[in-house]
């Protein structure tokens, strides 16, 4: 199947679902060491539930050996867990291990024993983490909790494991929770484990993979979160997570005792409010972070720079797109050396320092037709050959295995099983001229079976506002299709991804210029003819529910009823509520450029905040807050449906207790789907529901 020829895409499409579904090289199972079949696995019957689009990957933790003959990953049957290692280049399958059953009573309870991480320690060995419910006692009594197993392992899989846990010799009942820290591929004999000893401490201990013993290396308090150690094992990162929930990344250089504050950051989806992102540990003493500009003379996009450990200096940019904000990076897992940077247009690109592998890269985009991400998982120690995970909007994940040298690409297997390309919904980029003439876009996906004139849409701008959509899978978006409506994800002023200036058109435009872009789109999708421009909803969440809840507000001739999830209502409560974080704080200075200050800006405030126009609301609206949001005040959605109804108007408020800003488990999505697929059936008239309830414990999402 080589790639240049084309001859594999041939076979590819010939393959049909080959490539969309768990129907490849690993999909059938047999016994270890046979050979898998290829066939793919019929579709089922009927749209996909809420319980598939949830549902967790056949396929995960998969990596290439250091020598690239052969690979493991983590391949889900039912209840257990199985470790598999697939020998190159003939795709020959053998278990190497495997979790057991539970009890019926803790399988009952949603409990299972769960692979949790997987490495290779060298050709020969493995380091993985088992994750198995065991009764804490707290209280005088017995809480089942999931606590990890570390295990080396033989990669054949013939000798019996090697426990790396610390002992109990006391007798006393304790739970050990743990985590693999760092492999350290400098040194074939060790690892490091971090064990939280109690709440208010961690310790890190470098652990003898022959016997288990171990050497103390670090001791934190309570509020150190994580560690980064370089290859030698060196600690020369900790993260203290602060009272307003941002993080402080601390460094040292290897033989250094002091720690030393480099910047404050936070979570992925809050990375609008930092200046400063953590990108990964590169060669010893090195450490590679994003750096937004904040002015002009720093250009315009986010970039890629170093940082020397030792002297603490932020480096010169090593990486950078005129066009595009960094979203990750691809270093050599050999020595950390970074081979480039990555971005997303549509789907994710990377740009490579190294022309060899700018022009694999090309090439791979080229097959995939620039309709799949790419991204490159796993690479052998000589970087002959990658692992790649393969994903677009209809293919939440593929794994390839690509030979850099020949150009040969040859699929593994599907990630997602429940998951066939022909039951999901297709997306197509959207481009669209606002009202001032600039050219913009977004993203339209429309039901498997296709759009017709009689289709009913949703438009679902982001959250953010500093985020984005993709040409990809999105848990939403699929959903909403896969019950019939089109879906429509604008990229507005604002949105983040494309640079400084097009983010800070947003800054003081909520329910202004960011407002009009999303009706500019939804009016010119509608004038395409190809949805029923009588049946049109919005639904949103957190930035989104805002603009849901004002679109509801200022066009109710144009939307029939509007969602919010987590959205805001009141634009200035929210921004003296950020004041409380600290008047010099990094969040409430972002905010008052991103939504205004309540003084200097009090009116527009007011003049754009829907709970303030609830008296002459039109358009029937349902409010879902999660009561442990600290993004958003669940006092935004409480105080909206209290106006709502002393107005007399149509709403439904549902608030789910222990969510945080937005679903995060499979019960709170199912939940939020299920009431926004109720409540769109209602208002829009298409049909009864299918919602699910989802029993078992909590797994992340896609």
Not at 25 to 41: E, Y
Not at 139 to 168: C, F, M, T
Not at 266 to 282: M, P, Q, T
Not at 491 to 517: L, N, P, T
């Amino acid at each position: 199947m080589d790639l240049v020829s084309g001859s594999f895409k041939g076979a590819f499409l010939a393959m049909g679902g080959l490539l969309l579904t768990a129907g490849s090289a690993l999909a059938a199972s047999g016994p270890p060491g046979a050979s898998a079949a290829t066939a793919s696995p019929a579709a089922p019957a009927g749209p996909v539930s809420i319980a598939d689009l949830l549902s967790p990957a056949t396929l995960s933790m998969a990596s290439l050996s250091p020598s690239g003959r052969s690979i493991i990953a983590v391949r889900r049957a039912g209840d257990l867990d199985q470790v598999i290692r697939v020998d190159l280049p003939d795709f020959i399958v053998t278990a190497v291990f495997q979790t057991r059953a539970l009890t019926k009573k803790l399988s009952d309870a949603g409990f299972r024993q769960s692979v949790s991480y997987l490495a290779w320690k060298s050709d020969n060995a493995l380091v993985l983490s088992v994750n198995s419910p065991v009764n804490f006692v707290a209280y005088g009594q017995a809480i089942p909790i999931e606590e990890p197993i570390h295990l080396i392992l033989a990669a054949d899989g013939k000798s019996p494991p090697l426990y790396l846990n610390e002992v109990d010799r006391g007798g006393a009942a304790r739970v050990d929770l743990s985590w693999i820290q760092s492999i350290l591929k400098d040194d074939p004999g060790h690892v490091i484990i971090g064990v939280r000893k109690s709440v208010f401490e961690v310790k890190l201990f470098r652990v003898d993979v022959s016997n288990g013993s171990r050497v103390l290396l670090e001791t934190g308090g309570e509020n150190v979160v994580g560690y980064g150690a370089d290859r030698r094992g060196n600690i020369v990162t900790r993260e203290l997570e602060n009272s307003d929930g941002s993080l402080t990344l601390q460094s040292r250089g290897a033989g250094q005792t002091a720690w030393v504050k480099m910047f404050d950051f936070r979570k992925r989806e809050e990375r609008e409010l930092e200046r400063y992102g953590l990108l990964g540990l590169g060669e010893p003493g090195v450490l590679y972070v994003s750096v937004k500009p904040e002015t002009p003379a720093d250009g315009d996009t986010e970039t890629v720079h170093t940082y020397d450990l030792r002297t603490h200096q932020l480096g010169p940019v090593v990486w950078s797109n005129p066009t595009f904000d960094v979203d990750s990076i691809v270093q050599f897992e050999e020595t950390g050396e970074l081979l480039g940077g990555c971005y997303w247009v549509d789907t994710l690109q990377c740009d490579f320092k190294d022309a060899r592998l700018t022009s694999n890269f090309k090439a791979l985009n080229k097959f995939f037709e620039g309709k799949r991400s790419i991204e490159i998982v796993s690479q052998a120690r000589d970087n002959s050959q990658w692992l790649l995970l393969v994903s677009g909007p209809e293919e939440p994940g593929t794994y390839f295995v690509y030979d850099v040298t020949a150009h040969r690409l040859t699929p593994l297997s599907g990630v997602w099983s429940k998951l066939p390309s022909e039951k999901l919904g297709k997306m197509r980029r959207f481009e669209f001229t606002a009202r001032d003439g600039r050219n913009l876009f977004g993203y339209v996906t429309e039901p498997p079976d296709g759009a017709t004139s009689a289709a009913p849409l949703v438009v679902m701008p982001h959250g953010g506002p500093e985020a984005r959509d993709y040409y990809a899978f999105d848990l939403w978006s699929q959903f909403l299709a896969t019950r019939g409506y089109v879906v429509l994800q604008p990229i507005f002023r604002g949105s983040g991804g494309f640079g400084r200036k097009f983010a800070e058109m947003g800054y003081g435009q909520w329910g202004g210029v960011m407002h009009d872009d999303v009706m500019d789109a939804t009016r010119a999708l509608v004038a395409e003819g190809h949805v029923d421009r009588g049946r049109v909803a919005i639904v949103g969440g957190s930035y989104g529910g805002y603009e849901a809840l004002y679109s509801a507000a200022r066009e109710p001739e144009t939307f029939r009823c509007a969602v919010s999830i987590d959205g805001l209502s009141d634009l200035e409560s929210d921004v003296k509520w950020e004041r409380s974080f600290g008047k010099e704080s990094t969040r409430y200075t972002y905010w008052l450029k991103s939504l205004g200050d309540p003084v200097v800006d009090r009116d527009r405030l007011n003049a754009r905040s829907p709970i303030l126009m609830a008296s002459d609301w039109k358009t029937p609206t349902l409010l879902i807050h999660g009561d442990e949001d600290g993004i958003v005040q669940v006092e935004q959605s409480r105080r909206m449906q209290r106006a709502l109804q002393e107005a007399g108007k149509s709403v439904k408020y549902i608030e789910i207790k222990g969510m945080g800003h937005g679903p995060s488990t499979d019960e709170e999505n199912t939940k939020v789907l299920g009431e926004i697929e109720s409540f769109l059936a209602s208002c829009m008239g298409t049909g009864s529901t299918t919602a699910q309830v989802m029993p078992g414990p909590s797994k992340p999402g896609h």
